[in-house]
């Protein structure tokens, strides 16, 4: 089982940066993938970013985010991160971290059905 609260949302200008943290517990969290996903009003729930578990920690990003965001895990402190830099008004989404119990490798990382644990989300709003 995993239990995630996010926090970090909030209103910023475009450019602005925020950090989103998924307060973690439950062993899923420990041992499985861990990931951020985004939706917007009216529009499908969507990939954000992955980091898959220890020993290969591999990452994943959807391409709009590649440079700007970077996903990271403190597995002692059982906290997830999503660092957002130069945010855009496409950014404007109710953000959820989510846990997959065991492995992923790909596409399959990207899968919101393959995540079992959700989070209740916090808003990001970015102003133009």
């Known amino acids: 089982q995993a239990h995630l609260v996010e926090s970090g949302g909030g209103l910023v200008q475009t450019g602005g940066s925020l950090r989103l943290s998924c307060a973690a517990s439950g062993r899923a969290f420990s041992t499985g993938v861990v990931g951020w996903f985004r939706q917007a009003p009216g529009k499908e729930r969507e990939f954000v970013a992955a980091l898959t578990r220890r020993p290969l920690h591999t990452t994943y990003y959807r391409d709009s985010v590649k440079g700007r965001f970077t996903i990271s895990r403190d597995n002692a402190n059982g906290t997830v991160y999503l660092h957002m830099n130069n945010l855009e008004p496409e950014d404007t989404a109710l953000y959820y971290c989510?846990?997959?119990?065991?492995?992923?490798?790909?596409?399959?990382?990207?899968?919101?059905?393959?995540?079992?644990?959700w989070g209740q989300g916090t808003q990001v709003t970015v102003s133009s």
């Open positions: 989510a846990v997959i119990d065991g492995a992923c490798s790909g596409v399959g990382c990207r899968d919101r059905r393959l995540y079992r644990h």
